[in-house]
């Protein structure tokens, strides 16, 4: 009903699907919660995370699941994201690297994760590490949060560098 898309792209296939990839560009693609339950069958919130009901996206994914280079930029009905980086061994999450900048604005993070103490974040954070299961993931995270929302007040121009191993998170603000 709401969706459009305009994209190119090509294809590489291989008969070994870790070789397989491609380069999709993305112009415009505007999507509705609606629109995607109609092709899944269900909306993609759920209890734990409420997808906003309005999508747009742009932006470039090239490679494949061995070596993603993604550089995309998604502006929904409750703030921006933006994301730009390179992911490798994405099959493998214990194995997979990573290095990528994330950019918000407005993006409220409290209705999407459905915690009432939590608003909107803007910020520009880097990440590089290693692993996306909280037993593997060694991570450092550097970068600028321009306003954050927690518990009723809005903090503003936090510089942060961080770390992320296993379980445990330390920062320096």
Same mark, same amino acid.
């Given at each position: 009903?709401? /969706?459009?898309?305009?994209?190119?792209?090509?294809? #590489?296939?291989?008969?070994?699907?870790? $070789? &397989?990839? !491609? %380069? =999709?560009?993305?112009?415009?693609?505007?999507?509705?919660?609606?629109?995607?339950?109609?092709? /899944?069958?269900?909306?993609?919130?759920?209890?734990? #995370?409420?997808?906003?009901?309005?999508? $747009? &996206?742009? !932006? %470039? =994914?090239?490679?494949?699941?061995?070596?993603?280079?993604?550089?995309?930029?998604?502006?929904?009905?409750?703030?921006?994201?933006?994301?730009?980086?390179?992911?490798?061994?994405?099959?493998?999450?214990?194995?997979? %690297?990573?290095?990528?900048?994330?950019?918000?604005?407005?993006?409220?993070?409290?209705?999407?994760?459905?915690?009432?103490?939590?608003?909107?974040?803007?910020?520009?954070?880097?990440?590089?590490?290693?692993?996306?299961?909280?037993?593997?993931?060694?991570?450092?995270?550097?970068?600028?949060?321009?306003?954050?929302?927690?518990?009723?007040?809005?903090?503003?121009?936090?510089?942060?560098?961080?770390?992320?191993?296993?379980?445990?998170?330390?920062?320096?603000?």
């Amino acid at each position: 009903k709401n /969706t459009q898309i305009d994209a190119t792209g090509a294809l #590489v296939t291989n008969s070994d699907p870790n $070789r &397989a990839g !491609g %380069t =999709l560009t993305i112009r415009n693609l505007h999507t509705t919660q609606t629109d995607i339950a109609l092709f /899944t069958g269900q909306r993609l919130s759920n209890d734990q #995370v409420y997808i906003p009901e309005d999508l $747009r &996206a742009h !932006g %470039t =994914l090239s490679g494949s699941l061995n070596n993603l280079l993604v550089n995309l930029a998604v502006v929904t009905s409750d703030g921006t994201i933006a994301l730009n980086g390179r992911f490798t061994n994405l099959a493998h999450p214990n194995a997979a %690297t990573y290095a990528a900048t994330v950019k918000t604005n407005s993006l409220d993070i409290g209705s999407i994760l459905r915690n009432d103490q939590l608003t909107t974040i803007s910020a520009d954070l880097t990440a590089t590490g290693r692993g996306f299961t909280p037993e593997q993931m060694d991570t450092h995270l550097r970068g600028s949060i321009y306003s954050f929302g927690y518990n009723g007040y809005v903090y503003r121009n936090i510089n942060l560098d961080g770390n992320v191993r296993g379980n445990t998170f330390e920062v320096t603000t």
